[in-house]
């Protein structure tokens, strides 16, 4: 019997908002897809997309988190063109998340995605699957979220 292995990262930083995406995403990251690459392996990322559109958002007052997009969205990139998968993941806390002296605070009564609006769920996963496919595929044409 042959033994298979999926291996996979929910790729975000801790679940309460705090963390560093140098610390907790970017760097053990690089090097769990050296150490994949080194044995032949393929890891899939979950991308955190609740998470992203925070900082998306607290970006406007913010550059600091404008640039840890733009390294999350290099990573993502790397780790398909390295052959890894990238898919999504979201944990609603993220919805309506706000940044107050220099923290993050998440909605911790909104833990269920089933608590949003039918519309509002079929807007973010619609939208998720909108953004990885655009930012992946012409790395990969065969990308599919």
């Known amino acids: 019997m042959k033994l298979q292995l999926i291996f996979t990262l929910d ?5 309460d908002g705090s963390g560093s995406i140098n610390r907790e995403q970017i760097i053990p990251t690089n090097q769990l897809l050296d150490i994949f690459d080194q044995y032949g392996a393929k890891l899939t990322l979950f991308f955190e997309y ?3 559109l925070g900082y998306k958002k607290f970006a406007a007052d913010h550059n600091s988190f404008e640039q840890d997009n733009i390294a999350i969205k290099e990573q993502l990139i790397d780790a398909v063109r390295r052959g890894h998968d990238v898919q999504f993941h979201y944990h609603p806390t993220w919805h309506n998340a706000v940044y107050e002296i220099d923290e993050i605070k998440l909605d911790t009564k909104l833990f269920d995605i089933s608590d949003l609006e039918e519309s509002q769920i079929e807007e973010i996963l619609s ?13 990969d044409e065969s990308y599919e979220c």
């Open 11 to 15: 790729y975000e930083i801790f679940g």
């Open 50 to 52: 609740g998470q992203f």
């Open 127 to 139: 939208s998720g699957k909108e953004f990885l496919e655009t930012l992946l595929k012409s790395f």
